[in-house]
């Protein structure tokens, strides 16, 4: 790569390009499987939501300024509010379906961004990715594996779904204080108490809140335990 290049991508304008352009393959990857194949509408949604979560990783790689983030965040919700009346990427969103879950996702992206970035990005990347890998697998594991049922305000979860959730919640906060902060002993108890919350905050979360109530909570808590040991 030339040195006008390496200039290009540590621009701005290059750094945005980057998330753009991550962004667009996972939403055309969805959308492909969607009009192209039999996949199910519910794992056209984890494949969204696993995929664009993982932008937070560039945003705290690339150190971009929280403006962008935020704004970025302002107009998925805005995508996703009208997507629920307008047939706008009809396998990633059903119109109709009874959940504000897009919306909260979108919504939680950026009060995590304002909250967090540029000083505590690992925070907000906690707080995502625990959202993104941990519910999207959990979701996934409940509906193929899952065999024992739990009843919470009459929804339907799986204790294979729930443990999926606290083991992935586990080793991504784990995974995220280890690289910042390194193999002390804080960084195990605060992963295993982020996780327990997480998890909880998962079961007894409906109508998609959970996409707000868990990245919120998990970052928040982490951040909170950190400061006190």
Known sequence: MSISELEWTSSLGGQM??????LAIVFLVAEGLYRFTETDSEILRKVVHIGSGNVVLLAWG????????????VIAASIALISYRLPILPGINSVGRKSLGTFFYAVSFGVLIAGFFPHHPQYAAMGILIMAWGDGMAALIGQQWGRHRYHLWEMQKSWEGSLAMLAISYIVSSSILFNVQGAIWQTWVVSLAVAVVATVLEAFSKFGIDNLTVPLG??????ALQQMV
């Open 218 to 223: 998990s970052a928040t808590l982490a951040f």
């Open 17 to 22: 390009g980057l998330v753009a352009a991550w």
């Open 62 to 73: 690339l150190r971009i300024p929280p403006w962008v983030g935020i704004a970025a965040a």
